[in-house]
T-cell receptor
Framework: AAGVIQSPRHLIKEKRETATLKCYPI?????VYWYQQGPGQDPQFLIS?????QSDKGSIPDRFSAQQFSDYHSELNMSSLELGDSALYFC??????WGPGQTTLYEQFFGPGTRLTVL | QKEVEQDPGPLSVPEGAIVSLNCTYS??????FMWYRQYSRKGPELLMY????GNKEDGRFTAQVDKSSKYISLFIRDSQPSDSATYLC???????????FGAGTRLTVKP
């Protein structure tokens, strides 16, 4: 079965440079999520998109932006990179389901991650 | 204080042992409670989830949620070396909306 695809898998950048991470969700999934996981830390939710519109925003720095395109793939753009941005960046996709009272969870499927190293 | 607290371990047990992993949380609005397993250098994968309170069993795994105590648990029976991974609890108020993770507990099951 097709999984979430992330590219690149590894990225090395210098401070103050920019980086673009790409995510290709599972076919027919309409929601994409981005997470940042620092070394030894839990994944921190950054931002999500549903049907190409931003649906939720977490702890995403102002230096970062993201969008979802018509083919549902998403890109995370990171500017003015700092040493502290070095982390594993995960993308996840799911079928959306909003609202309370739903007992069936639409599972988030995670990609393999992009390891960003800022030197 | 974080919304979701989880003892990071590490936890080391012999093969065949019963493992108990726990998380506490502060947001009483959480309704969905998930357990993810993450192998090194891989993305988290969903093990089990529970909606609201109660127990759920799937093979060797049992998830429990006690909303009155804001406490969730994952039990692994007859643990195997292949269970060695980091286990993350996660929870959300609405289905898939702004999921909050615990720090993850690193588990090692020794043959």
């Amino acid at each position: 079965a097709a999984g979430v695809i992330q590219s690149p898998r590894h990225l090395i950048k210098e401070k103050r440079e920019t980086a673009t991470l790409k995510c290709y969700p599972i076919p027919r999934h309409d929601t994409v999520y981005w997470y940042q996981q620092g070394p030894g830390q839990d994944p921190q939710f950054l931002i999500s998109f549903y049907e190409k519109m931003q649906s939720d925003k977490g702890s995403i720095p102002d230096r970062f932006s993201a969008q979802q395109f018509s083919d549902y793939h998403s890109e995370l753009n990171m500017s003015s990179l700092e040493l502290g941005d070095s982390a594993l960046y995960f993308c996840a996709s799911s079928l959306s389901e909003w609202g309370p009272g739903q007992t069936t969870l639409y599972e988030q499927f995670f990609g393999p991650g992009t390891r960003l190293t800022v030197l | 204080q974080k919304e979701v607290e989880q003892d990071p371990g590490p936890l080391s047990v012999p093969e065949g042992a019963i493992v108990s992993l726990n998380c506490t949380y502060s947001n009483s609005a959480f309704q969905y409670f998930m357990w993810y397993r993450q192998y090194s250098r891989k993305g988290p994968e969903l093990l089990m989830y529970t909606y609201s309170s109660g127990n759920k069993e799937d093979g060797r795994f049992t998830a429990q949620v006690d909303k009155s105590s804001k406490y969730i648990s994952l039990f692994i029976r007859d643990s195997q070396p292949s269970d060695s991974a980091t286990y993350l609890c996660a929870m959300s108020q609405y289905n898939n909306n702004d999921m909050r993770f615990g720090a993850g507990t690193r588990l090692t099951v020794k043959p």
